[in-house]
């Protein structure tokens, strides 16, 4: 063999067992979380690998970069995601993921069912943080709204919620029209989720990147410990927020409210 034959043969790759560059963990989907709409899972991605194409064929889908820096490419568009960004795929659009820092990257993604085919919209944590618009205040706790009911989608709302430390979620709500998935993303606090206050049988500490789901017309108090918390809200169905829909859950003005 001449020497520039030799020169244009790639060489082989070992792959051990334990070995990987791109993986998908499913957290939940309809058929074993009560939910009738959202599932929810983690993309882990190796230092500089690429995922195949992805796409969802009857879902959009949110997002959410908890580790690492990833450029997401979406039909011929680049879009650059760090801690806390947000990124919306519309229903039957294909995307790659590729993890361009020195550590393994980590996103969330939520999805759920859809029959319209929406905008890409992607949002920066470092602007949403200090963008007024977009906080609502609570009494001891903030909620950033990264994909709002302003941004087009079938069914997905989705945002932040920080806690200081020592805070409980007042009044109690749930949601007719809603379901709902909390993802906890730093700090340590807990959760209940129940029908009503004589079957409280959900009671949890929550450590960070633990979550619950929350079906239809339940309660879903969260309470902060020492130390700040932080969790992704994503909901699915009619598209609100409960605060900007009433005024009572804003002022804790009433002891629980439906919406």
């Excluded at 020497?3 to 074993?32: G, M």
């Excluded at 039957?92 to 939520?110: K, P, R």
């Excluded at 029959?115 to 602007?127: L, T």
């Excluded at 009044?171 to 029908?195: A, K, L, M, R």
Aim: hydrophobic residues 30%.
């Amino acid at each position: 063999m001449s020497a520039q034959n030799q020169a244009t043969i790639k060489p082989a790759n070992l792959l051990r067992s334990y070995d990987w560059k791109f993986e998908y963990q499913q957290k939940c989907n309809p058929a074993n979380s009560n939910l009738d709409l959202i599932t929810y899972g983690t993309y882990r991605i190796a230092p500089g690998a690429t995922s195949d194409e992805l796409y969802h064929r009857n879902e959009e889908a949110l997002l959410f970069c908890m580790h690492g820096q990833q450029t997401i490419e979406v039909e011929g568009k680049s879009y650059s995601l760090s801690h806390y960004d947000t990124l919306y795929i519309p229903l039957q659009t294909s995307y790659e993921i590729t993890e361009t820092s020195a550590e393994e990257g980590e996103l969330v993604i939520c999805r759920a069912p859809a029959e319209s085919q929406h905008q890409v919209f992607y949002s920066e944590w470092e602007k949403i943080r200090v963008n007024e618009e977009r906080i609502r205040h609570l009494d001891k706790k903030e909620v950033y709204m990264m994909f709002d009911v302003s941004e087009n989608a079938d069914k997905l709302v989705a945002g932040y919620t920080i806690y200081e430390p020592y805070t409980r979620a007042w009044p109690p709500h749930n949601h007719t029209d809603q379901e709902e998935v909390y993802i906890f993303t730093q700090g340590q606090g807990s959760i209940e989720v129940y029908p009503d206050e004589e079957h409280k049988t959900f009671v949890h500490s929550m450590d960070t990147m633990d979550a619950a789901t929350i079906p239809v017309l339940n309660y879903h108090p969260v309470y902060s410990q020492e130390e700040e918390l932080h969790f992704i809200w994503c909901l699915a169905g009619e598209r609100y927020w409960v605060g900007d829909k009433h005024q009572s859950f804003m002022d804790a003005s009433v002891d629980e409210l439906t919406t």
